[in-house]
């Protein structure tokens, strides 16, 4: 399983957003939209 995977399906099971992710780790929501689709893991 991959980052973007795991990442995907962890969000998920919380039941969060992006947008909520985002706030949590302190990132933009566009990030998390870059990191699950595998093109960027910074």
Do not use: C, D, N, P
């Not at 795991?6 to 947008?19: D, N, P, V, W």
């Amino acid at each position: 399983m991959t980052f973007q995977e795991r990442l995907y399906q962890l969000r998920r099971a919380k039941g969060l957003s992006q947008e909520e992710l985002a706030h949590i780790v302190g990132v933009s929501r566009q990030a998390v939209q870059k990191w699950e689709a595998g093109g960027s893991l910074r």
